[in-house]
């Protein structure tokens, strides 16, 4: 062997390490977690992961049993309570949502009652905790524990690896049960999921606002109520939808009522806001201030909270649900006329509108849609979006659609992680659009680890023959 072919393989070598340390690294520095509803406590919907769509075919479906057994009807079509919003207020378990972590994805079942564990890969239930009431949010993730609320009245904690139970906390001693919606539960259910920050556990349980209602922040290790900036604390609302945290308040949408605001530390009342009712709410993060986005079929506010605090409203009529990236709003909007030949049928105008947040709202584009959409997220520069039988990814440039999948039901929940798209449904669904196998696991073994890499050297040193089967990708 001559000087210049040692020369050319060894340069040939060091390019290949080089090459697999970028397989074996790259999928841990962008694969990212939905740690919980919404992706987070603002329950923003935005991640920084971007997907790649030619990888996007669809994987396993998990389905259940039946449909979510919803804890309330839709209710009508016209409503007098709600200024004639046709758009139902209490919609806030219409599909399996989902939270993603690792090689793990959970959720919690309104039908089978339980917090379940599947292999992202597979789809292959892994375990499930069961409880005695629908959990109709999916759990939080943080620090190797799941948290979660159940209709039976407690708040889990439980290993998220194994699925046993750590500890739960229940803030009322009462047994009374009664029926809701076809179901017998606690006159004091947590419906308002979980979120967790600064090691503890927030969370509300409540049922009808002319009864108790218990505000909590627990310790997340222990479950204990006790202790600085640990409470229980009783009003007179009725939380209905995702629990929104920032540093410094507590937000509960209350579905048919406007959603209240509580001072974290304390669990003191911090006013009520004004405007558009709803379960749909969302946090925006700009420098010292925060600002909250709420409401049901639209956006459209007035007042402030009555602290006099920095906290801002947004609006924007006819906005059904939204995500905000930067100085960009992206919107789906939504109008309705009556059927010419029916007054209890629609037609309907559904748009994806993006608005300048540093211009006074001013429109960027807007993208007419096909199809009614109920849902959306950013991930990295592509927003997804959720209609009536398919789920579809929009250019951030003016919302032309560049891919799409067919689905069976209304698409309701929307989670992008590690390299995954996943899709809930009305029907009781959640499809997974992705690889079925871990990215860069060339061990086999579950998991991408320095095994891999070892894997990899190895397969490298045994192609010294360049035509040996399996040792062109190594070339």
Same mark, same amino acid.
């Given at each position: ?124 239930? =892994?375990?499930?905790?069961? +409880?005695?009431?629908?959990? @109709? ?6 620090? /190797? #524990?799941? $948290? !979660? ?31 809701? =919606?076809?179901?017998?539960? +606690?006159?004091?259910?947590? @419906? ?6 600064? /090691? #503890?556990? $927030? !969370? ?52 048919? $009522? ?6 974290r530390a304390t669990g003191a009342s911090a006013g009520v806001l004004s405007g558009s009712a709803g379960t749909f709410a969302l946090l925006t993060s700009d420098g010292p201030s ?82 009614r959409k109920f849902t959306i997220i950013l991930a990295g520069d592509l927003l997804y979006t959720g209609g009536v039988g398919k789920v579809e990814a929009h250019s951030i440039t ?46 086999g073994n579950g998991t991408v680890d320095a095994d891999d890499l070892m894997t990899l050297i190895g397969d490298y040193l045994d192609c010294t023959d360049p035509e040996t089967p ?6």
């Open positions: 062997m001559n000087f210049d072919t040692i020369n050319s393989r060894k340069g040939m070598f060091l390019r290949r390490m080089a090459f697999l340390l970028l397989l074996v690294t790259a999928p841990a520095a962008l694969a990212l977690d939905w740690p919980g509803y919404m992706h987070d406590n603002s329950r923003t919907g935005v991640t920084a992961e971007s997907l790649v769509l030619a990888d996007l075919d669809q994987g396993w479906v998990y389905e259940s049993p039946s449909p979510p057994m919803r804890a309330w009807s839709d209710g009508p079509l016209w409503d007098a309570y709600s200024t004639g919003n046709s758009v139902p207020m209490r919609d806030f378990d219409t599909a399996i949502f989902v939270t993603v972590a690792g090689e793990n994805v959970y959720f919690g079942s309104s039908v089978t009652n339980s917090v379940h564990c599947l292999d992202v890969s597979t789809g292959t239930q =892994n375990w499930f905790y069961r +409880t005695d009431g629908a959990v @109709r949010f999916p759990p939080t993730f943080s620090n /190797g #524990k799941l $948290y !979660f609320g159940s209709d039976d009245g407690y708040a889990y904690c439980i290993d998220a690896v194994t699925g046993s139970m750590v500890w739960k906390y229940s803030p009322s001693a009462s047994q009374r049960v009664l029926f809701n =919606n076809g179901n017998l539960i +606690t006159q004091w259910p947590i @419906r308002t999921g979980t979120a967790v920050l600064d /090691g #503890k556990v $927030y !969370f509300a349980a409540s049922l009808v606002p002319w009864e108790s209602t218990y505000l909590c922040s627990v310790n997340a290790e222990t479950g204990s109520a006790n202790g600085s900036g640990l409470y229980k604390t009783s009003g007179g609302i009725a939380p209905n939808g995702a629990i929104l945290a920032s540093e410094q308040y507590l937000y509960l949408p209350q579905g048919r $009522y406007y959603p209240h605001v509580f001072n925060t600002g909250i986005v709420y409401g049901s079929g639209r956006f459209s506010t007035s007042g402030h909270l009555s602290t006099g605090s920095n906290d801002r409203i947004a609006s924007y009529p006819n906005g059904k649900c939204l995500v905000v990236a930067n100085d960009t709003s992206y919107t789906i909007t939504e109008t309705s006329t009556v059927h010419t030949t029916s007054g209890y049928k629609y037609n309907y105008n559904t748009k994806l509108v993006a608005l300048d947040r540093s211009n006074g709202g001013a429109v960027k584009w807007q993208h007419t849609c096909n199809t003016d919302g032309s659609v560049v891919w799409s999948a067919p689905v069976n039901g209304r698409v309701r929940g929307l989670a992008a992680a590690n390299e995954r798209l996943f899709v809930s449904t009305d029907t009781g669904k959640i499809y997974m659009f992705g690889s079925s196998s871990v990215p860069a696991d060339f061990d399996g040792c062109d990708n190594l070339n």
